[in-house]
């Protein structure tokens, strides 16, 4: 009896251990007690960290800046049309665009001295066809202040980084040379000049960076920033336009070549026609040679008879 006690627990043991659901609950409670423990150890990371950032955030003291802050807005400052009221304006020729409909390329080009000339810029004028004040369509310094025979008096303002914006055709001139301007200040008046005489007062704006146009329109309330990226745009689309060109110049030149081969063509059986009856020609001069020999033989055997 006494042994069967000893050994009755350890067989209640194994018997457990035999049991089909003892390993699949013993594997169950283990995966939830680690899946516990790392719960609480990220609650008590995020903790900490709050805690750190609070007293990083207290012992923070910011440094104050004795220099005056530039305006955000003078920074963002972006390309307005060159008319103190906009709503007035009309833009009576459009900037040569070569990716532009055939309307808009015709209402780009200049009528001058019995010859046509790509616009590189745009010319404004109002409804009523007064003068109007021209403005600067950003600010920068003058760069220059001339009167040309063609354009009238122009007025050029440099905004840095090879950017320069043109006012030509203008009546009266109100800055000088390496004055400095602001967006929206009058530079002068909207006059007359040769090169558009058929526009009557008018503003003839560009922009340029270094010597290359670019679409005032395009440009229009955005940055200078995005100058570029119409540059290259504008640079693809002139590509384009070029290799159409040549295209079309292959082609016509392939167009005037076809029919000298045709011509070749045509002629090729009149030489074989003239061939033809040129050997008919000598056929007939063998076929009559070879007659008269014939007649030569008779004539000798009647010569022998008698």
Do not use: C
Not at 49 to 78: F, T
């Amino acid at each position: 009896m006494n042994e069967e006690n000893k050994f009755g627990p350890k067989k209640s043991w194994t018997r457990i251990f035999r049991k089909k659901w003892f390993f699949p609950s013993l594997y169950l409670v283990l995966a939830a007690l680690l899946i516990s423990a790392v719960v609480w150890y990220q609650n008590n990371g995020d903790d900490q960290e709050i805690v750190e950032e609070r007293e990083q955030s207290e012992e923070y003291s910011p440094v104050l800046n004795e220099e005056e802050a530039e305006p955000v807005m003078e920074q963002q400052e972006v390309v307005q049309l060159p008319i103190e009221n906009t709503e007035e304006a009309q833009i009576v020729t459009k900037f040569f665009d070569y990716n532009a409909d055939e309307s808009e390329k015709v209402n780009a080009l200049i009528h001058y001295n019995n010859r046509y000339y790509q616009s590189t810029g745009i010319d404004i004028t109002t409804e009523d066809g007064e003068g109007f004040e021209v403005v600067a369509a950003l600010s920068g310094t003058v760069a220059e202040v001339k009167e040309d025979p063609l354009l009238g008096n122009v007025v050029v303002i440099d905004h840095g980084d090879d950017v320069k914006t043109y006012y030509a055709s203008l009546g009266d001139v109100k800055v000088e040379a390496d004055a400095n301007v602001k967006q929206g200040e009058a530079i002068g008046t909207a006059g007359k000049n040769k090169f558009g005489t058929e526009h009557g007062n008018h503003v003839h704006f560009e922009v340029r960076k270094g010597d290359t146009p670019v679409n005032p329109e395009a440009l229009l309330n955005q940055p200078l920033a995005n100058i570029a990226e119409l540059m290259d745009s504008a640079e693809s689309t002139e590509d384009v336009a070029e290799d159409a060109d040549e295209s079309e110049g292959v082609t016509e030149e392939a167009e005037e070549t076809e029919p000298t081969e045709e011509t070749d063509a045509v002629e090729q059986p009149e030489e074989a026609d003239e061939q033809d009856e040129d050997a008919d020609a000598e056929l007939d001069e063998s076929d009559a040679d070879l007659e008269v020999e014939d007649e030569q033989p008779e004539e000798t055997e009647d010569d022998t008879e008698e």
